[in-house]
C-alpha cells in the first residue's frame, strides 16, 4: 500500500499566516492526492482533489500544488475557522490511503 | 441538498457481526460510487471500502478483506457495510461518503458517521 507521510503532524500559527503541510507519498501518484480538513466532533470535508482542483464552495486562500511524491496545501492567510485537521488521501492506486494528519492549532 | 445518514453501529463483542446502513437523499444515488472510511477514536482517517455506481466491482483495505462486504440496493438509496468477524481494532466511528463520479476515488459529501465498539 502507498504510505502518505504527512508533516508536521502539528503546527501553531496566528490567524493570518501563511500555512504550509506537505504530504510525501512513498512511490509517485502522478497528481492523484485530495486533501480533507476535519472539525473536532464533524466529518471530513474535501477542499482539494487532482492535487491542486479546489472544490466547490471552498475559499481560495486554500490552495494545492505538486505531482508525483511531493505535494503541498497551502492556507495564504489563515482565519479563525480554519484551525483543524487536515489529512492528504491518494487515489492513484487501491487501497486508497490517508496521510496522519496535520493539526493546525491557533498560537 | 446531498443527506447521508449512517445507522447500525453499536456495541458488539470480538467476533461478532454488525450491519451499516446509509440512507442517501438529495442526489441520483445510482449514479456514483459509495465509500466507507472509518476513525478510530482520537486517530486518523482510514478508507475501508468501495462500491461502484453499479455494484459492479468493490474495492477494500486489506485490514477489512474478506471480514466486512460493502453492497448497495439502488432501488431504496442504501449503502451497507456488513462487519463480521469483529475484532477490538474495528471500533471507531464509521462515515459512509459520496463519490463525486462513478469511481474519482474521493469523498465529496460524508455522513455524520456511526460509532462501532467492538469489546466484550
Known amino acids: 500500500a502507498i504510505q502518505l507521510t504527512q508533516s508536521p503532524s502539528s503546527l501553531s500559527a496566528s490567524v493570518g499566516d501563511r500555512v504550509t503541510i506537505t504530504c510525501r507519498a512513498s512511490q509517485g501518484i502522478s497528481s492523484a492526492l485530495a486533501w480533507y480538513q476535519q472539525k473536532p466532533g464533524k466529518a471530513p470535508k474535501l477542499l482539494i482533489y487532482?492535487?491542486?482542483s479546489l472544490e466547490s464552495g471552498v475559499p481560495s486562500r486554500f490552495s494545492g500544488s505538486g505531482s508525483g511524491t511531493d505535494f503541498t496545501l497551502t492556507i495564504s492567510s489563515l482565519q479563525p475557522e480554519d484551525f483543524a485537521t487536515y489529512y492528504c488521501?491518494?487515489?492513484?492506486?487501491?487501497?486508497?490511503?490517508f496521510g496522519g494528519g496535520t493539526k493546525v492549532e491557533i498560537k | 441538498q446531498v443527506q447521508l445518514v449512517e445507522s447500525g453501529g453499536g456495541v458488539v463483542q470480538p467476533g461478532g457481526s454488525l450491519r451499516l446502513s446509509c440512507a442517501a437523499s438529495g442526489f441520483t444515488f445510482s449514479s456514483y460510487g459509495m465509500h466507507w472510511v472509518r476513525q478510530a477514536p482520537g486517530k486518523g482517517l482510514e478508507w475501508v471500502a468501495f462500491?461502484?455506481?453499479?455494484?459492479?466491482?468493490?474495492y477494500y483495505a486489506d485490514s477489512v478483506k474478506g471480514r466486512f462486504t460493502i453492497s448497495r440496493d439502488n432501488s431504496k438509496n442504501t449503502l451497507y457495510l456488513q462487519m463480521n468477524s469483529l475484532r477490538a481494532e474495528d471500533t471507531a466511528v464509521y462515515y459512509c461518503a459520496k463519490d463525486p463520479g462513478q469511481q474519482w476515488l474521493v469523498c465529496n459529501y460524508w455522513g455524520q458517521g456511526t460509532l462501532v465498539t467492538v469489546s466484550s
Open positions: 488521501q491518494q487515489f492513484n492506486n487501491y487501497p486508497l490511503t
Open positions: 462500491i461502484r455506481y453499479d455494484g459492479s466491482n468493490k
Open positions: 487532482d492535487a491542486s
